[in-house]
T-cell receptor, first 114, second 112 residues
Framework: GNSVTQMEGPVTLSEEAFLTINCTYTATGYPSLFWYVQYPGEGLQLLLKATKADDKGSNKGFEATYRKETTSFHLEKGSVQVSDSAVYFCALSDSQGGSEKLVFGKGTKLTVNP | SQTIHQWPATLVQPVGSPLSLECTVEGTSNPNLYWYRQAAGRGLQLLFYSVGIGQISSEVPQNLSASRPQDRQFILSSKKLLLSDSGFYLC???????????FGPGTRLLVL
């Protein structure tokens, strides 16, 4: 079945460092890809998404490009801030068997120190 | 604009007691609705989803159940809680299949 694999955390960075969180997927067809963020004690929020190959999603300085050839959707940010500390989830839309759901990775916890 | 509410925010329940968590959505009609559980160190697990009133699909076998008595109301229930039911329960809605999901603030459940 469809699945998402993202890098194990936790990830700890200093403010203004470059961030990459790797995400690869296995899917039949052409899923949409998402990054969600969960700040401490809160629900998940959509960070960005891409619906087809070579699309780049971007928001709040974060970017991710839908790479069909490498089945990847890595999240990047050039200069992280303390306020970016959160858990980040990669997800894909799963259309197998007529179900209507997103498949999430296990999440990567990011801590940014001042 | 659309908003999603969940309550209670926090709940502490003894083993064997019943459970009822409620989720409501405002500002949209006929949404897809979802219940997830986030247990410590286990990521996000889809429990149930619903595409309409009275239509519930279960993703994993468990002692939980879900109901959708009204278009924008989704309820998660249990007759007898287990210790393993502890976790953070998230409700989400979407306009349609495979669309962006919007999450509520969550309910933190501790079963003792």
């Amino acid at each position: 079945g469809n699945s998402v694999t993202q890098m194990e955390g936790p990830v700890t960075l200093s403010e203004e460092a470059f961030l990459t969180i790797n995400c690869t997927y296995t899917a039949t067809g052409y899923p949409s890809l998402f990054w969600y963020v969960q700040y401490p004690g809160e629900g998940l929020q959509l960070l960005l998404k891409a619906t087809k190959a070579d699309d780049k999603g971007s928001n709040k300085g974060f970017e991710a490009t839908y790479r069909k050839e490498t089945t990847s959707f890595h999240l990047e940010k050039g200069s992280v801030q303390v306020s970016d500390s959160a858990v980040y989830f990669c997800a894909l839309s799963d259309s197998q068997g007529g179900s209507e759901k997103l498949v999430f990775g296990k999440g990567t916890k990011l801590t940014v120190n001042p | 604009s659309q908003t999603i509410h969940q309550w209670p925010a926090t709940l502490v329940q003894p083993v064997g007691s019943p459970l009822s968590l409620e989720c409501t959505v405002e500002g949209t009609s006929n949404p897809n609705l979802y219940w997830y559980r986030q247990a410590a160190g286990r990521g996000l697990q889809l429990l149930f989803y619903s595409v309409g009133i009275g239509q519930i699909s279960s993703e994993v076998p468990q002692n939980l159940s879900a109901s959708r008595p009204q278009d924008r109301q989704f309820i998660l229930s249990s007759k007898k809680l287990l210790l393993s039911d502890s976790g953070f329960y998230l409700c989400a809605w979407a306009r349609g299949p495979w669309e962006t999901q919007y999450f509520g603030p969550g309910t933190r459940l501790l079963v003792l």
